[in-house]
């Protein structure tokens, strides 16, 4: 089992930088890949990155602004946001990817979400 504990969000003026953490625990070692997703109002969640080792994967809205980081010492991902603008208020949401010894035992864990909001 994976907990994970998301932190960091908050208000923040456009233009502005923020950096959301994710802690994990648990059977730690069994997770692979890690990412952020992200919900806003009105339209549909949206893949924010990926990490998978050192190989990253960024959605098309947030691609030069957003860096995904993993420090596997202490089990956590970041989320590293310059230059926010009002569209990327959302919710955000890490996951971790667990495959399991058969298909049917894979496992996606979630956070519970933190909330970023850019406004003036």
């Known amino acids: 089992q994976v907990q994970l504990v998301e932190s960091g969000g908050g208000l923040v003026q456009p233009g502005g930088s923020l950096r959301l953490s994710c802690a994990a625990s648990?059977?730690?070692?069994?997770?692979?890949?890690m990412g952020w997703e992200r919900q806003a109002p009105g339209k549909q969640r949206e893949l924010v990155a990926t990490i998978t080792g050192v190989s990253t994967n960024y959605g098309e809205h947030v691609k030069g602004r957003f860096t995904i980081s993993r420090d596997n010492a202490k089990n956590t991902v970041y989320l590293q946001m310059n230059s926010l603008k009002p569209d990327d208020t959302a919710v955000y949401y890490c996951?971790?990817?667990?495959?399991?010894?058969?298909?049917?035992?894979?496992?996606?864990?979630w956070g519970q979400g933190t909330q970023v909001t850019v406004s003036s």
């Open positions: 996951y971790a990817f667990v495959a399991g010894p058969v298909a049917d035992r894979h496992t996606t864990y």
């Open positions: 648990g059977s730690t070692l069994s997770i692979g890949t």
